[in-house]
């Protein structure tokens, strides 16, 4: 019974543990941490088992943030969140899938654990203030000033998306073509002046150590790495046998059109792309082997 119990909010908190992390992995791990918390417990004493096991795993989620935070400072490059294709949320509903689009979970990270919690539990899930101070173990009148000073940070730092997901698609498939053609005009027209290329490889596969700004440094990066010359680079680091299939094609990543690159029918490198006026303003590069597994 009190199994049945718990999996019955499992995709809840586990939609919530990744919003609040930035990784499925560590997002599941917090989850099997609130289930022994769960079976440790009188469950007949629990008269809300959602509002509960909310309590319970956003605390763990925060915890744990604050651990990995230190771990990602070390990290090789850029640090960018996990990718999913399937987006772990319990219904469809527009607020949650844009909660883990990437370029909102990229501003998350420069939030503070408790900031990023409570904006979570807020904007995705629209839990009232009162619930939010007794999770956060804070009064609500904080719980509501640590709410606002998150939304207004993410407001300012927040890309403001003005594509509908048809036209966001059809412009990812241009950018996929303008790149594997080498059409440097064509992929230099559709990026900002001012646009930058995140690229996360974990230290473990061919990406920018830093990050490129500027429309022709990075019409030119993605050219080169486009090249047949890039690709067998970039190949080489991974570690594949000769000649495999290589192919780019549009598919929903974290809820958004994005280019995947398969190596075999393997996701090797995703290429999500923020656009505003029509343009590209920021494009996010993960190759991360270990961020490609949930694809």
């Known amino acids: 019974m009190a199994t049945e119990r718990f999996e019955e909010h499992r995709d809840l908190l586990t939609a919530v543990a990744y919003r609040v992390l930035g990784t499925v992995t560590d997002a599941e791990d917090v989850v099997q941490e609130a289930w022994l918390r769960w079976s440790g417990v009188d469950t007949a004493e629990v008269e809300d088992d959602r509002a509960y096991l909310i309590r319970v795993t956003t605390r763990l989620s925060i915890d744990r943030l604050r651990r990995v935070r230190a771990q990602r400072e070390s990290y090789v490059g850029p640090w960018l969140p996990e990718l999913v294709s399937a987006v772990p949320d319990v219904a469809e509903h527009a607020e949650l899938t ?22 979570v539990l807020r904007e995705a899930f629209a839990l009232p203030y009162a619930e939010i101070s007794e999770i956060i173990g804070r009064t609500e009148a904080t719980a509501r000033q640590l709410a606002r000073r998150a939304k207004q940070h993410v407001r300012e730092r927040r890309p403001r998306f003005e594509v509908d997901r048809a036209e966001r698609r059809r412009l990812t ?29 974990g230290g473990k596969v061919k990406a920018p150590l830093r990050v490129i700004t500027g429309g022709e440094k990075v019409a030119r990066f993605l050219l080169a790495a486009a090249s047949s010359r890039g ?20 598919a929903d990543v974290n809820g958004a059109p994005a280019a995947v690159v398969t190596v075999g029918g393997r996701p090797v490198s995703v290429f999500s792309l923020v656009i ?5 303003q920021t494009v996010f590069l993960v190759a ?3 961020k490609m597994s949930r694809l």
């Open 98 to 119: 844009a909660s883990v689009e990437l370029a909102l979970l990229v501003v998350l990270e420069t939030l503070s654990p408790l900031e990023r919690a409570v904006f």
């Open 173 to 201: 498939e241009r950018f996929i073509g303008a790149a594997a053609g080498g059409d440097l005009d064509a992929l230099t027209a559709m990026l900002a002046h001012d646009v930058s290329l995140v690229g996360d490889g």
């Open 231 to 250: 690709t067998r680079r970039f190949l080489e680091s991974l570690g594949t046998g000769p000649t495999p299939d290589i192919e780019t094609a549009v």
């Open 276 to 280: 505003q006026d029509g343009l590209v």
């Open 288 to 290: 991360n082997p270990e």
